[in-house]
């Protein structure tokens, strides 16, 4: 290396890009804990290897996204500009201080055509997600999962009101199925009739749906305290011991958070091979499915303590009519009995109807304070899965139930926080749900790979 002095002298330097980066820095411990060889086998498939141009080494291409991840950088116009003048840039790439730097169109134009339709970024999370488990760092024994929503790429002005069919998810598939067990189960018992009442329409219904002409496939998202627009979702499960997430998965915006929930809750156990033991999320995930299913699983369940909220207008309520456990019926104040009437089956749940006809009703001293005076038949809806989320909601106010909720604040929202702030995770750059996804999977490697020096030094 030649440098001028201000006296016109030139001196000559013996230097090499090793000795211009610092031993303490991060990309070197990057660098140090993973071996990012393994690229090579998820991308074998991807390049032709007698015909072509040749290409740039796929790990090249890799870390010069991971830069931009790990530093905030979220252009890669910018991440190019970068690393030409910054020597810890071209060191992480493997290039020496006279190399070229990869063009950021070459990059955008690999990761456009070469990834797109592959697993190949999260098998790269997956990969480093295994690497924190056999070191100790991630054990699954109590995981948060939440979701952030991420601003689309998608303008404001060329979003419309459409006519669209609502498609049958998985989660309410499920609740078909609880259904019909107990269904079967009550008729066989000769306590309901053996008929389909209220049952729940099986022709797909057409609903309106604000929807993006720029970016269709993602979601109006509208939620309290939270910038309205076309938004993607980010539901993350990130685990207690290190704040290492292990799992991300994309949605539209308009996607509720419990909906893919229980998914990817087995996806972990699947394709992670962790047993989880506890689990905590927000409100937004107590349904009583989610309750049910991860009560199968051995999985407690820690969400914020439900309050409970009086229903109709009358003086009395549910708590003040004795059920009566022999017999499967209610036992109003005054006496009357409310045996099971009907399965009844709504959008999201599955109750157990209980009736009393209001002719019954007519000579009681309690009328104006249970039915009114114009009221119907009495009615008592206890749903399917009560005894699981009551069980599950024991364990509100303890010292434990309060040590996790905070854990979840800590590690959760924590994690969304330093995401949007320094990982590029605020707004996404393309458009697409595959695209939301790469983007939400490289931040959180970025995340990770930061939490993993961190947990090891």
């Given amino acids: 290396m030649m440098t001028k002095r201000e006296n016109q002298q030139i001196e000559m330097h013996l230097i090499t890009i090793e000795d211009l980066v610092p031993m303490d820095h991060l990309l070197r411990k990057v660098n140090d804990i993973i071996d990012f060889s393994f690229i090579y086998n998820e991308v074998e498939n991807m390049y032709c290897h007698n015909n072509g141009r040749p290409s740039i080494d796929p790990v090249v291409l ?68 295994s690497i924190c488990i056999e070191k100790g760092l991630a054990d699954g024994k109590l995981v948060f999962t939440d979701s952030t929503h991420v601003k689309a790429n998608a303008s404001r002005k060329t979003e419309y009101i459409k006519q669209t069919e609502e498609a049958t998810n998985e989660y309410l598939k499920e609740l078909d199925k609880y259904e019909e067990t107990v269904r079967a189960q009550l008729e066989s018992e000769g306590k309901i009739k053996p008929i389909r009442c209220r049952k729940r329409k099986e022709k797909t219904e057409i609903i309106s749906r604000r929807e993006s002409r720029t970016d269709p496939e993602s979601g109006f998202y509208k939620r309290k305290g939270k910038a309205e627009g076309m938004h993607y979702l980010s539901h993350e499960t990130v685990d207690s011991k290190n704040g290492i997430i ?85 036992i109003c104040p005054g006496g009357k009995t409310l045996p099971l009437h009907r399965l009844n089956r709504t959008i999201n749940t599955v109750t157990k109807e209980y009736r009393c006809p209001k002719a019954e009703c007519k000579d009681c001293p309690f009328r104006s304070r249970c039915i009114g005076e114009k009221g119907s038949d009495k009615r008592i809806q206890v749903n399917i899965f009560e005894d699981i989320v009551k069980k599950n909601h024991e364990k509100d106010g303890t010292e434990r139930h309060t040590r996790v909720l905070l854990l979840r604040q800590i590690w959760s929202e924590g994690s969304f ?36 020096i961190k947990a090891m030094a």
């Fill in 62 to 129: 890799i870390k010069f996204l991971l830069i931009g991840f790990l530093y905030g950088i979220n252009s890669e116009r910018r991440i190019s500009e970068e690393i030409q003048v910054n020597m810890a840039y071209r060191w992480f790439l493997g290039l020496d201080i006279m190399d070229k730097v990869p063009d950021h169109s070459t990059i955008s134009q690999n990761r456009h055509r070469r990834f797109n339709g592959s697993d190949l970024f999260r098998n790269i999370f997956q990969k480093i997600v």
């Fill in 246 to 330: 292990i799992d991300v998965a994309a949605t539209a915006g308009n996607v509720p958070d419990s909906q893919p929930y229980i998914k990817r809750i087995d996806y972990i156990e699947k394709n992670l091979g962790l047993k989880i033991q506890e689990a905590c999320a927000d409100s937004g995930y107590d349904t009583n499915l989610i309750n049910q299913q991860l009560s199968e699983r051995d999985i407690n369940f820690y969400t914020p303590e439900r309050t409970e909220q009086k229903r109709g207008t009358t003086e009395f309520q549910r708590k003040d009519f004795q059920y009566d456990e022999k017999d499967d019926r209610f």
């Fill in 417 to 452: 926080a330093a995401q949007k702030s320094r990982h590029n995770l605020k707004f996404l750059y393309r458009r697409g749900l595959e695209a939301a996804e790469q983007q939400c999977l490289l931040s959180s490697t970025a995340l990770n790979l930061k939490r993993m």
